[in-house]
T-cell receptor, first 114, second 115 residues
Framework: GAVVSQHPSWVICKSGTSVKIECRSLDFQATTMFWYRQFPKQSLMLMATSNEGSKATYEQGVEKDKFLINHASLTLSTLTVTSAHPEDSSFYIC??????????FGDGTRLSIL | DQQVKQNSPSLSVQEGRISILNCDYTNSMFDYFLWYKKYPAEGPTFLISISSIKDKNEDGRFTVFLNKSAKHLSLHIVPSQPGDSAVYFCAASAWGGGGADGLTFGKGTHLIIQP
């Protein structure tokens, strides 16, 4: 069964809208979750590391004020794309770190900004 | 610069034959490598991994080989089955694989198994 649940799976919205994506760890408590982004024909690129109870760690080139991450509980991390523009259209996917085990991924969110 | 490279965007193999997917890396700090399989509209699913202290790991039809001196790894699938048709991603980590570090991915290889 699914270990990581990501919602919504697909979002279409107007430019300037803020969009929230949820990532839930279903079977265990996750102190660390990761957010990735994938553009067409490109690899999954790590955007940020979400740490429960503390600030997220962002990769170089990722705007922390644009991609707000909240990891308020051990089973939920959210990514909010603020004031989204067409260039933010992408496939966003989260993963959960389980100590000693490979990362488990959600099914991703297809974000389309018109 | 791409630290993990999968130079073949696609690969077509006949059912029953061996599929070999290749991956090269440039970062000497990587010490744990993973292969993920991805179907359209789904997230990547973990397939098999290998630590840098090994040169081979086998799990059923899947075998991963690691050549540290060449910074090269490969995934062998034998025999190939129609359900193996998917995009395969090579990924690497510098924290032993189970740590709090994100993964670095290649661009993926689309494997097509022909009947």
């Amino acid at each position: 069964g699914a270990v990581v649940s990501q919602h919504p799976s697909w979002v279409i919205c107007k430019s300037g809208t803020s969009v929230k994506i949820e990532c839930r760890s279903l079977d265990f408590q996750a102190t660390t979750m990761f957010w990735y982004r994938q553009f067409p024909k490109q690899s999954l690129m790590l955007m940020a590391t979400s740490n429960e109870g503390s600030k997220a760690t962002y990769e170089q080139g990722v705007e922390k004020d644009k991609f707000l991450i909240n990891h308020a509980s051990l089973t939920l991390s959210t990514l909010t794309v603020t004031s989204a523009h067409p260039e933010d259209s992408s496939f966003y996917i989260c993963s959960v770190n389980t100590r000693g085990q490979p990362q488990h991924f959600g099914d991703g969110t297809r974000l389309s900004i018109l | 610069d791409q630290q993990v490279k999968q130079n073949s965007p696609s690969l077509s193999v006949q059912e029953g034959r061996i599929s070999i997917l290749n991956c090269d890396y440039t970062n000497s700090m990587f010490d744990y490598f993973l292969w993920y399989k991805k179907y359209p509209a789904e997230g990547p699913t973990f397939l098999i991994s290998i630590s840098s202290i090994k040169d081979k790991n086998e799990d059923g039809r899947f075998t991963v080989f690691l050549n540290k001196s060449a910074k090269h790894l490969s995934l062998h699938i034998v025999p190939s089955q129609p359900g193996d048709s998917a995009v395969y991603f090579c990924a690497a980590s510098a924290w032993g694989g189970g740590g709090a570090d994100g993964l670095t991915f290649g661009k993926g290889t689309h494997l097509i198994i022909q009947p």
